[in-house]
T-cell receptor, first 110, second 113 residues
Framework: AQRVTQPEKLLSVFKGAPVELKCNYS??????LFWYVQYSRQRLQLLLR??SRESIKGFTADLNKGETSFHLKKPFAQEEDSAMYYC????????????FGEGTQLTVNP | DTEVTQTPKHLVMGMTNKKSLKCEQH?????MYWYKQKAKKPPELMFV???????INESVPSRFSPECPNSSLLNLHLHALQPEDSALYLC????????????FGDGTRLSIL
């Protein structure tokens, strides 16, 4: 069975510092990986998907199949980036079913 | 309209009550989902509807009864819930194929007394 691991429940950085939220997965096939973000009292929103290879709000994430990782990075964190971040995996055969990691609460301090 | 709208935002009910959660989207999405989310935890998939037909039921207790009356609406009927069912219930939708990203609503925060 597939699994998504986000090793850090909490991550705190200062404004302007680089930030990396880790995501590792276990799945032998060809997964699709996503990052979702949930700001305080707001809905869960799609931030990135690996097949788009785009940068949203300064965040990027690269799928590393060798290391089975999909880490989320931003070179200069902003206070408004404070939120809960979930990494999610979709198997190529599962259609719609997403497997979420436990999430990382990011706090960006002034 | 690019939103998934859920009503009510908050619901408090007793264990013997019957209530319904509603979800609506007008993006032309033909896949709709119900998730349950406990505090500080990721969403857990409950049900998936595809073309208004139930395609996935993640072994959810029968006290939760989903309904998809048309392509824009999704309901979740609640009856005889337990205190541990208190959670945030999220609705989501996506295009078909269901490989497309899911768009989430704000959720209904449900409290069972």
């Amino acid at each position: 069975a597939q699994r998504v691991t986000q090793p850090e429940k909490l991550l705190s950085v200062f404004k302007g510092a680089p930030v990396e939220l880790k995501c590792n997965y276990s799945y032998s096939g060809s997964p699709e990986l996503f990052w979702y973000v949930q700001y305080s009292r707001q809905r869960l929103q799609l931030l990135l998907r690996h097949i788009s290879r785009e940068s949203i709000k300064g965040f990027t994430a690269d799928l590393n199949k060798g290391e089975t990782s999909f880490h989320l990075k931003k070179p200069f964190a902003q206070e408004e980036d404070s939120a809960m971040y979930y990494c999610a995996l979709r198997r190529e055969t599962s259609g719609s079913r997403l497997t979420f990691g436990e999430g990382t609460q990011l706090t960006v301090n002034p | 309209d690019t939103e998934v709208t859920q009503t009510p935002k908050h619901l408090v009910m007793g264990m013997t009550n019957k209530k319904s959660l509603k979800c609506e989207q007008h993006m032309g999405h033909r896949a709709m989902y119900w998730y349950k989310q406990k505090a500080k935890k990721p969403p857990e998939l409950m049900f998936v509807y595809s073309y208004e037909k139930l395609s996935i039921n993640e072994s959810v207790p029968s006290r939760f009864s989903p309904e998809c009356p048309n392509s824009s609406l999704l309901n979740l009927h609640l009856h005889a819930l337990q205190p541990e069912d208190s959670a945030l219930y999220l609705c989501a939708s996506s295009q078909i194929p269901r490989t497309q990203p899911q768009h989430f609503g704000d959720g209904t925060r449900l409290s069972i007394l």
